[in-house]
Nanobody, 122 residues
Framework: QVQLVESGGGLVQPGGSLRLSCAASGSIYAINAMGWYRQAPGNQRELVATVARDGNTNYADSVKGRFTISRDDRKNTVYLQMNSLKAEDTAVYYC????????????????WGQGTQVTVSS
């Protein structure tokens, strides 16, 4: 019913920047919180940043001051601007959205994207 498609990952040198995008499509009535998570090899998936419907944001301490999350509700899209990238930012980045399905009441369900690889290396 709902698909999340990420884009923007790739290989970048330390200190560089990348911008991730995640577009939601399907039978969407509204989207509550949207966010980005990441998982490095051998590690558990961890929160990177979230943005609420009212625009409030939350960041992991490790990315504060370097990453910026934003959303465009007209496009059902969430973005992650990543600056001053470090080798330890290397991971698969996953988009998450709490979506209220059209015609299915007001309960929000969690959906995940397929993941996009970000590699920071010289």
């Amino acid at each position: 019913q709902v698909q999340l498609v990420e884009s923007g990952g790739g290989l970048v040198q330390p200190g560089g920047s990348l911008r991730l995008s995640c577009a939601a499509s399907g039978s969407i009535y509204a989207i509550n919180a949207m966010g980005w998570y990441r998982q490095a090899p051998g590690n558990q998936r961890e929160l990177v940043a979230t943005v609420a419907r009212d625009g409030n944001t939350n960041y992991a301490d490790s990315v504060k001051g370097r990453f910026t999350i934003s959303r465009d509700d007209r496009k059902n899209t969430v973005y992650l601007q990543m600056n001053s990238l470090k080798a330890e930012d290397t991971a698969v980045y996953y988009c998450n959205a709490a979506v209220i399905i059209r015609g299915a009441g007001l309960r929000a369900n969690d959906y995940w994207g397929q993941g996009t690889q970000v590699t920071v290396s010289s």
